[in-house]
């Protein structure tokens, strides 16, 4: 195997030694590698294939900002992530990478029949060829796709990481950990001033690590870093957070940050989180984020070997490695000049520097010939060679008006580029701050910001070491002064930086058929300079058009790369200048950030409360089946064994008809109206009149929103004159305090009543059946149970079994029945005392389903599941419920809107169907006439169908369009199996006398 | 996430303590029966969507629970000033006055980001 690196150079730690592997093969990497450079050290540089045309792709950056060189990363112990970018992934001892998006392997692949057929998959393929005919969508389109779609593999197994989070405030936040950042750092930590420091990299120094042989102040660049560092970790009032990626800028300085902790470790420590959120809220934040170099757009720029300059000088000078033997840069800029003589010192063979410009900086021709690299100034380069990795590279001069002379092929294992730099104004752009366009650097910079924000360094277009010192000094220090701080910025003396000119480059001129080159400017959606300029001819001319018909800069690095490049395609392609083309938006997050630090402790268990009655405990340690209700986990029923639900609903349901169930009602929502105005309050947020209700008594209560749709409702006890004990539907409980909160608060603050909720100040247990009285009367002390003294819809106040109860006779089964309100702290051993003494009556539990059940028998609705926020007490049948004679309450003026009073509204309504055994499906379309052609008239749907074990037949509700008018009529319910008849019926299918009620 | 001054807290507090409320300055009309169908309709659902200052209602909900009214620029999403349920709509200089002192508390305006 090739070693790769070079002695004597890089920051990597040669005497740990660190086995790996990649797509089954083992490798050794040092210490400090990131997965790319380890490979490269190992002369892999074929990673990938790339999303559409399955090209052979390579590594081209050596930062986050890598569109390529994505792998499947397995760090043990079921951690598996898809997409990993090699470039930011930490070699350890014993991770295990593979390539993606490949079949059967790397160097075979089937699916890279694309590329010969990139014709069809030219820009808007999708649009255009998936039109016609509708029918291919499901068999052929749909499935191809989907086999397609994405790069990686999503793992199947839970992920076994935890993740956490915190927020943290602080004076001045420093964003980027190289020369600016660093020089923000030292000036604001030396004034005194709370700093957080991020930086993505695994250590500080930002380009510094690339940038060995620069001195500053007198010293080494890596030496004066290594000082950098001490200072700022002695200071207390500094936190540095390498690996932590800022990844959105949020309103008022509120930045996330992502802190990953353990992904460069062979052994996590148990229970150590995988990755921090910080939410940070800083009064002065300094972006100090650097810059992105650029490709060139030229025919075969994305072949394995095709690689940043840049990216290849970090791997020598930071890594020690070598990203060949024989290399060619071409370039637009001076940087690339740098990145070439650092590999010729370092013994790699420059065949040749390439540079588009016409002319350059004479000191670097110089500087070239004493390293015996052959120069061409003003050449283009017009294509590649090389299946699986680079082999040659074809270049031709251009004169003076701009016509490309003859092709000459230069040999090349590697070929280096640049097409200048881009200044990352990436969270800047989260802050909706303006941008302007510098025509001179062609880039775009910040312009006015709208945040207590700086930017420093390359990141504003202020680009060498000497620069970054010294703006970043200066907004460290203006920033801690405007955080109430105060410094005199530090002075930079920097000897040894490369010179920094160059142009930004349009795709490079050619002399072959640009129509067929494939010139990549978004290499991870294969995206080609052709494809831009077709959705040009095709008359896109927004930009933002343009990208969503292209794809370009839609992919997981937000055109980083690609963005530029993609915008000077078009302003040729549309001949306008590139700010009237404009720039697509930016937005979080930077880089890709797992969903696990999202979530951050909000999974499992924590992702949501789960409300638990006191009576749960019983219920679980009975065998209860629970379902959710709103946030609650509540019985859903009790199996007992052998049994399933529908024999279990079956037997409960007989048992409260018969003699006795009982059932935990603690979710329901309860609100205390108390206060002298407490009545009136009532009157005008209920439909119902509450002013002759005598304490003692219960009403059913109404609410609707002011647009007359029914909101919630529940039964509602007088205890005194002065105060109310309403009940709410489970869900609606908080939903309806705070629309009584905002009518008492805003509308009527002159009245005297007080609102409190005391949901879970009280168990409530239902009692219900025949012998619900019988049970009860021998433990209740101070209320006469008797019909007369207590009858349906009384409510009291007194003690069962020793312990203070609001006692109420009310019924949602149809049965005699009570709900016995007591402490919460009693509800557990209350129920327990009833459920003892209930067995001489064959006491049954019974839950929500045959809760459901009873009432649909007995034709009572659920508000929420019978009505959708489009029925009015009319439409529900429960006009009876509205005081006609009040002057106003909530929702009353919409009633008499013309649309309220429409003939044809819908209406709910029973629903009998012809078979009986039939059980509609709840939401199932109801049609007049089945023969009708497709789309069909629907009328209504179903919302309540179930089993009645009373009836021995199944039983529905409705809404049907003037259904009540329609009563015995047949309609018709499609349903996959068959379509079924029903006839319209009344609502009440049990004892509609209310003989059981008066028991 | 923003910060919201709760007007009776008197305490600038995290964007999660509050819940959004609706446009505000709408009165529920004194007698509804009054009004005709489209003067109903408007009250119900016309409101003003302006880009730019808004006068809006928000709740301090995991807070003291109180109502309060807010004037937001809906661009910048930036709060000029909060004031009690029940006060007038402020006037242009009472807002000018209110984000001038606002500006002021949190050590200087806006910056010039500009190279
Ligand atoms: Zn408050």
């Given at each position: 195997?090739?070693?790769?690196?070079?002695?004597?150079?890089?920051?990597?730690?040669?005497?740990?030694?660190l086995?790996?592997?990649?797509?089954?093969?083992?490798?050794?990497?040092?210490?400090?590698?990131?997965?790319?450079?380890?490979?490269?050290?190992?002369?892999?540089?074929?990673?990938?294939?790339?999303?559409?045309?399955?090209?052979?792709r390579?590594?081209?950056?050596?930062?986050?900002?890598e569109?390529?060189?994505l792998?499947?990363?397995?760090?043990?112990?079921?951690?598996f992530?898809?997409?990993?970018?090699?470039t930011?992934?930490?070699v350890?001892?014993?991770?295990?990478?593979e390539?993606?998006?490949?079949?059967?392997?790397?160097?075979?692949?089937?699916?890279?029949v694309?590329?010969?057929?990139?014709?069809?998959?030219?820009?808007?393929?999708?649009?255009?060829?998936?039109?016609?005919?509708?029918?291919?969508?499901?068999?052929?389109?749909?499935?191809?796709?989907?086999?397609?779609?994405?790069l990686?593999?999503?793992?199947?197994?839970?992920?076994?990481?935890?993740?956490?989070?915190?927020?943290?405030?602080?004076?001045?936040?420093?964003?980027?950990?190289?020369?600016?950042?660093?020089?923000?750092?030292l000036?604001?930590?030396?004034s005194?001033?709370?700093?957080i420091?991020?930086?993505?990299?695994?250590?500080?120094?930002?380009?510094?690590?690339?940038?060995?042989?620069?001195?500053?102040?007198?010293?080494?660049?890596?030496?004066?870093?290594?000082?950098?560092?001490?200072?700022?970790?002695?200071?207390?009032?500094?936190?540095v957070?390498?690996?932590?990626?800022a990844?959105?800028?949020?309103?008022?300085?509120?930045?996330?940050?992502?802190?990953?902790?353990?992904?460069?470790?062979?052994?996590?420590?148990?229970?150590a989180?995988?990755?921090?959120?910080?939410?940070?809220r800083?009064?002065?934040?300094v972006?100090?984020?650097?810059?992105?170099?650029?490709?060139?757009?030229?025919?075969?720029?994305d072949?394995?070997?095709?690689?940043?300059?840049g990216?290849a000088?970090?791997?020598?000078?930071?890594?020690?490695?070598?990203?060949?033997?024989?290399?060619?840069?071409?370039?637009?800029?001076?940087?690339?000049?740098?990145?070439?003589?650092?590999?010729?010192?370092?013994?790699?063979?420059?065949?040749?520097?390439v540079?588009?410009?016409?002319?350059?900086?004479?000191?670097?021709?110089?500087?070239?010939?004493a390293?015996?690299?052959?120069?061409?100034?003003?050449?283009?380069?017009?294509?590649?060679?090389?299946?699986?990795?680079?082999?040659?590279?074809?270049?031709?001069?251009?004169?003076?008006?701009?016509?490309?002379?003859?092709?000459?092929?230069?040999?090349?294992?590697?070929?280096?580029?640049?097409?200048?730099?881009?200044?990352?104004?990436?969270?800047?752009?989260?802050?909706?701050?303006?941008?302007?366009?510098?025509?001179?650097?062609?880039m775009?910079?910040?312009?006015?910001?709208?945040?207590?924000?700086?930017?420093?360094?390359?990141?504003?277009?202020?680009?060498?070491?000497?620069?970054a010192?010294?703006?970043?000094?200066?907004?460290?220090?203006?920033?801690?002064a405007?955080?109430?701080?105060?410094?005199?910025?530090?002075?930079?003396h920097?000897?040894?930086?490369?010179?920094?000119?160059?142009?930004?480059?349009?795709?490079?001129?050619t002399?072959?058929d640009?129509?067929?080159?494939?010139a990549?400017?978004?290499?991870?959606?294969?995206?080609?300079?052709?494809?831009?300029?077709?959705?040009?001819?095709?008359?896109f001319?927004s930009?933002?058009?343009?990208?969503?018909?292209?794809t370009?800069?839609?992919?997981?690095?937000?055109g980083?790369?690609?963005n530029?490049?993609?915008?000077?395609?078009?302003?040729?392609?549309?001949?306008?200048p590139?700010?009237?083309?404009?720039?697509?938006?930016?937005?979080?997050?930077?880089?890709?950030?797992?969903?696990?630090?999202?979530?951050?402790?909000?999974?499992?268990?924590?992702?949501?409360?789960?409300?638990?009655?006191?009576?749960?405990?019983?219920?679980?340690?009975?065998?209860?089946?629970?379902?959710?209700v709103?946030?609650?986990?509540?019985?859903?029923?009790?199996?007992?064994?052998?049994?399933d639900?529908?024999?279990?609903?079956a037997?409960?349901?007989?048992?409260v008809?018969?003699?006795?169930?009982?059932?935990?009602?603690?979710?329901?929502?309860?609100?205390?109206?108390?206060?002298?105005?407490?009545?009136?309050?009532?009157?005008?947020?209920?439909?119902n009149?509450?002013?002759?209700?005598?304490?003692?008594?219960?009403?059913?209560?109404?609410?609707?929103?002011?647009?007359?749709?029914?909101?919630?409702?529940?039964v509602?006890?007088?205890?005194?004159?002065?105060?109310?004990?309403?009940?709410?539907?489970?869900g609606?409980?908080?939903?309806?305090?705070?629309?009584?909160?905002?009518y008492?608060?805003?509308?009527?603050?002159?009245?005297?009543?007080?609102?409190?909720?005391?949901?879970?100040?009280?168990?409530?247990?239902a009692?219900?059946?025949?012998?619900?009285?019988?049970?009860?009367?021998?433990?209740?002390?101070?209320i006469?149970?008797?019909?007369?003294?207590?009858?349906?819809?009384?409510?009291?106040?007194?003690?069962?079994?020793g312990v203070?109860?609001?006692?109420?006779r009310?019924?949602?089964?149809?049965?005699?029945?009570?709900?016995?309100?007591v402490?919460a702290?009693?509800?557990?051993?209350v129920?327990?005392?009833?459920?003892?003494?209930?067995?001489r009556?064959?006491?049954?539990?019974?839950?929500?389903?045959?809760?459901?059940?009873?009432?649909?028998?007995k034709g009572?609705?659920?508000?929420?599941?019978?009505?959708?926020?489009t029925?009015?007490?009319?439409?529900?049948?429960?006009?009876?419920?509205?005081?006609?004679?009040?002057?106003?309450?909530?929702?009353k003026?919409?009633?008499?809107?013309?649309?309220?009073?429409?003939?044809?509204?819908?209406?709910?309504?029973?629903?009998?169907?012809?078979?009986?055994?039939t059980?509609?499906?709840?939401?199932?379309?109801?049609v007049?006439?089945?023969?009708?052609?497709?789309?069909?008239?629907?009328?209504?749907?179903?919302?309540?169908?179930?089993?009645?074990?009373?009836?021995?037949?199944?039983?529905?509700?409705?809404?049907?369009?003037?259904?009540?008018?329609?009563?015995?009529k047949?309609?018709h319910?499609?349903?996959?199996?068959?379509?079924?008849?029903?006839?319209?019926?009344?609502?009440?299918?049990?004892?509609?006398?209310?003989?059981?009620?008066?028991? | 996430?923003?910060?919201?001054?709760c007007?009776?807290?008197?305490?600038?507090?995290?964007?999660?303590e509050?819940t959004?409320?609706?446009?505000?300055?709408?009165a529920?009309?004194?007698?509804?029966?009054?009004?005709?169908?489209d003067?109903?309709r408007d009250?119900?659902?016309?409101?003003?969507?302006?880009?730019?200052?808004?006068?809006?209602?928000?709740?301090?909900?995991?807070?003291?629970?109180?109502?309060f009214?807010?004037?937001?620029?809906?661009?910048?999403?930036?709060?000029?000033?909060t004031?009690?349920?029940?006060?007038?709509?402020p006037?242009?200089?009472?807002i000018?006055?209110?984000?001038?002192?606002?500006?002021?508390?949190?050590?200087?305006?806006?910056?010039?980001?500009?190279?």
């Open positions: 195997m090739s070693n790769f690196r070079i002695a004597g150079k890089g920051r990597v730690n040669r005497s740990r030694q086995r790996f592997s990649f797509d089954g093969v083992d490798y050794t990497g040092c210490e400090g590698d990131t997965l790319a450079s380890a490979l490269l050290a190992n002369g892999v540089h074929l990673v990938g294939r790339s999303f559409k045309y399955h090209r052979p390579g590594i081209l950056t050596a930062g986050s900002e569109p390529n060189a792998v499947g990363s397995n760090r043990g112990n079921g951690r992530e898809p997409n990993t970018r090699a930011v992934l930490e350890f001892e014993g991770l295990k990478t390539s993606q998006n490949r079949w059967p392997s790397l160097t075979r692949d089937i699916g890279a694309n590329d010969a057929l990139y014709v069809l998959f030219s820009a808007g393929f999708y649009y255009k060829t998936f039109m016609w005919p509708k029918s291919f969508w499901d068999k052929v389109y749909e499935p191809v796709i989907r086999n397609a779609a994405g990686g593999k999503a793992p199947t197994a839970p992920d076994p990481d935890t993740y956490a989070s915190r927020f943290a405030h602080c004076d001045v936040l420093v964003v980027g950990g190289g020369a600016a950042g660093l020089a923000a750092a000036e604001a930590g030396r005194g001033a709370s700093v420091l991020c930086d993505e990299q695994s250590e500080l120094g930002g380009s510094l690590l690339s940038e060995p042989t620069a001195e500053i102040n007198g010293q080494l660049a890596w030496d004066w870093l290594e000082d950098a560092n001490a200072a700022l970790a002695a200071m207390p009032n500094v936190t957070l390498p690996r932590t990626t990844i959105g800028y949020y309103h008022q300085n509120f930045v996330g940050l992502c802190q990953r902790l353990t992904d460069h470790l062979r052994i996590v420590p148990d229970g989180p995988r990755e921090r959120m910080w939410k940070v800083a009064k002065q934040v972006l100090a984020q650097g810059a992105i170099e650029k490709p060139l757009v030229f025919a075969g720029n072949r394995p070997g095709v690689m940043l300059a990216a000088r970090t791997y020598l000078n930071r890594y020690g490695v070598k990203v060949g033997n024989r290399a060619v840069v071409v370039t637009s800029h001076d940087s690339a000049w740098h990145a070439a003589f650092d590999l010729a010192k370092a013994g790699v063979e420059v065949t040749a520097i540079d588009v410009r016409g002319t350059v900086p004479t000191q670097l021709v110089t500087a070239a010939d390293l015996r690299i052959r120069t061409l100034i003003g050449w283009t380069v017009t294509g590649t060679k090389g299946r699986l990795r680079v082999s040659s590279v074809r270049v031709n001069p251009v004169t003076a008006g701009g016509k490309v002379g003859g092709a000459e092929t230069i040999a090349c294992d590697a070929l280096l580029m640049s097409g200048g730099w881009t200044p990352s104004i990436h969270l800047f752009s989260h802050t909706q701050g303006s941008l302007t366009w510098n025509e001179d650097g062609q775009f910079l910040p312009g006015r910001g709208k945040e207590e924000c700086r930017l420093a360094g390359a990141g504003k277009g202020r680009f060498g070491l000497k620069a010192f010294e703006d970043g000094a200066a907004a460290g220090a203006a920033a801690a405007d955080a109430g701080f105060s410094t005199q910025p530090a002075t930079y920097v000897e040894g930086e490369p010179s920094f000119t160059g142009v930004t480059g349009r795709e490079l001129p002399d072959l640009p129509g067929h080159a494939k990549f400017v978004d290499f991870q959606n294969d995206v080609m300079a052709k494809d831009i300029r077709l959705a040009v001819r095709e008359g001319k930009i933002e058009h343009i990208k969503r018909y292209t370009n800069g839609m992919a997981t690095d937000q980083k790369l690609s530029i490049n993609g915008l000077a395609v078009a302003s040729d392609a549309l001949k306008r590139i700010p009237a083309v404009g720039l697509t938006t930016f937005r979080p997050p930077y880089t890709p950030t797992s969903f696990g630090t999202f979530a951050g402790y909000n999974k499992g268990a924590l992702f949501e409360v789960t409300r638990k009655t006191p009576i749960d405990g019983w219920a679980e340690e009975n065998g209860a089946a629970f379902e959710p709103s946030l609650w986990r509540r019985a859903w029923y009790f199996p007992q064994v052998g049994e639900m529908h024999a279990a609903v037997r409960e349901c007989k048992a008809r018969a003699s006795l169930g009982i059932f935990d009602a603690s979710t329901l929502g309860k609100i205390e109206i108390v206060g002298p105005d407490a009545a009136e309050f009532m009157n005008r947020m209920y439909t009149a509450w002013t002759k209700l005598a304490p003692g008594r219960c009403r059913y209560g109404l609410l609707l929103g002011e647009d007359g749709f029914i909101r919630d409702d529940g509602i006890g007088r205890l005194a004159q002065d105060r109310f004990h309403v009940t709410t539907t489970t609606g409980a908080a939903r309806v305090l705070t629309m009584m909160e905002d008492l608060q805003t509308e009527w603050p002159d009245l005297k009543v007080w609102l409190t909720s005391t949901t879970e100040q009280w168990s409530v247990i009692l219900q059946g025949p012998n619900a009285r019988k049970l009860i009367e021998p433990f209740v002390e101070g006469d149970l008797s019909d007369g003294a207590f009858p349906h819809m009384a409510v009291a106040t007194g003690k069962i079994f203070p109860t609001r006692l109420f009310v019924s949602f089964t149809g049965e005699l029945g009570f709900e016995i309100n402490p702290r009693y509800g557990r051993a129920w327990e005392k009833l459920f003892e003494a209930g067995q009556f064959g006491i049954t539990p019974y839950g929500t389903e045959t809760m459901h059940v009873l009432r649909a028998e009572y609705i659920i508000v929420g599941q019978d009505t959708d926020g029925l009015t007490p009319d439409d529900a049948g429960l006009a009876w419920a509205v005081g006609k004679t009040k002057p106003d309450f909530v929702g003026r919409s009633l008499s809107r013309p649309d309220m009073l429409a003939a044809n509204r819908k209406q709910l309504v029973g629903l009998l169907t012809s078979d009986p055994k059980v509609l499906e709840e939401g199932a379309q109801i007049l006439d089945p023969n009708q052609p497709v789309p069909m008239d629907m009328v209504g749907h179903v919302t309540s169908s179930y089993w009645s074990a009373e009836l021995g037949r199944s039983i529905a509700f409705a809404v049907i369009q003037g259904g009540r008018s329609l009563q015995g047949t309609v319910v499609p349903m996959p199996d068959k379509v079924h008849a029903a006839t319209i019926t009344g609502m009440v299918f049990v004892d509609p006398e209310n003989t059981r009620l008066s028991a | 996430m923003l910060l919201i001054r007007p009776y807290c008197e305490a600038e507090r995290p964007e999660v509050f959004y409320a609706g446009e505000a300055h709408i529920r009309p004194a007698d509804p029966s009054a009004l005709s169908d003067e109903w009250f119900l659902f016309i409101r003003t969507n302006p880009r730019g200052r808004h006068f809006e209602r928000w709740r301090h909900m995991h807070g003291c629970g109180r109502f009214n807010a004037v937001r620029d809906t661009v910048t999403d930036k709060f000029a000033m004031y009690k349920a029940g006060t007038p709509r006037g242009d200089e009472e000018a006055l209110a984000s001038a002192s606002a500006a002021a508390d949190s050590a200087a305006s806006v910056k010039d980001a500009r190279p």
